[in-house]
């Protein structure tokens, strides 16, 4: 990397990183990010971003040696990692309530939409527990990697369909949760056997099968997060049932300003939770070859970074 670039990712990533903690107005940022969001600004932050990091890391180990405070800093990071999953996960809630309050939902219908939320999750919970059907047309036949993190986000591979797909140019795979038509009455979601529409699915899109085995599994995991999480279902849920109560209609929801904030919560929650550290790295790895367009960009990666490099000072600190 030359030094006009080394310059440039400098101030790059000081911009994308730390803007948005300044109370920056949205529309300045948005601006912003629109205007830097190219591959050489994003490697040359990458290269910062890493370069700064493994800084820092071999600081703080090397301080806990000198100052023999090495319990002290493990618990610390013990807390960071909690607290960055406590903050994503608020992320959410958040952005489903700017979104009841941009379309003026009001309490008793928020709590509506919540109780059928709960419980259509809690059937899905099961179905993904359960082994709807066998073959290689599931995850049975998924690498060892996948078939183990399955078992550590609590997904039976055999409740996963697979499918191909050639009618995406730019996604390489897709996570469908449980479809199903439902009622809600007396505040009990009613589901019947005829109503499922699809069981929960990976579609599999041509870019998919050029990539390489780690890429692969790092791709199928953040979709299996998806579905464990079940971000499918929370966007369909709440876009139906906001046009139900408002009268506003599809199309408006889904350009609202708080509808895209919410949908790359969800791309980050993918690329975060229920990740060991194992999974943190190599999530961390799959965003080091590339950014997800108009989705996650330097700051992300530099939230993956961070959880990876935690994880390694812990290996480090406990020698």
Known sequence: MNKLNQ???????????????????????????????????????????????????NGIVLLAHITDKKELALQKIDRRLVKIEENIKNDELNAINALYQE????????????????????????ILLSSVQKGCNTLECASSEILSFCEQVGINPNAIQVKK???????????????????????????????IISYPSVILYPGFFELSYDEENACLAHEL??????????????????????????????KSKNWKNLEIIHERQAEVLLKDAEWASRMRDKRNGGYYPDHLFLKHYAQLTEIDELHRLKEKLKK
Do not use: C, W
């Open 225 to 254: 997060t998806h579905l464990a999480l079940q971000h499918h279902t929370v966007i369909n849920i709440l876009g139906r049932e906001i046009s139900y109560f408002t009268g506003a209609k599809k199309e408006e929801i889904i």
């Open 103 to 126: 379309f003026n939902v009001s309490g008793e219908d928020q709590q509506t939409i919540n109780s059928i939320l709960r419980q259509y999750k809690e059937l899905q919970k099961q």
């Open 7 to 57: 310059v440039l990712s400098v101030l790059v990533v000081t911009t994308v990183i730390f803007l948005p903690l300044f109370g920056r107005m949205d529309e300045i940022k948005d601006k912003l990010y629109k205007s830097i969001e190219r591959p050489t600004i994003y490697n040359a932050g990458v290269y910062t971003i890493d370069k700064t990091a493994k800084f820092l890391s």
């Open 165 to 195: 797909s050639d009618t995406s140019k730019s996604l390489l795979a897709d996570a469908r949760g449980l479809r199903a038509t439902y009622q809600f009455e007396n505040n009990a979601l009613i589901i019947n056997d005829d109503d």
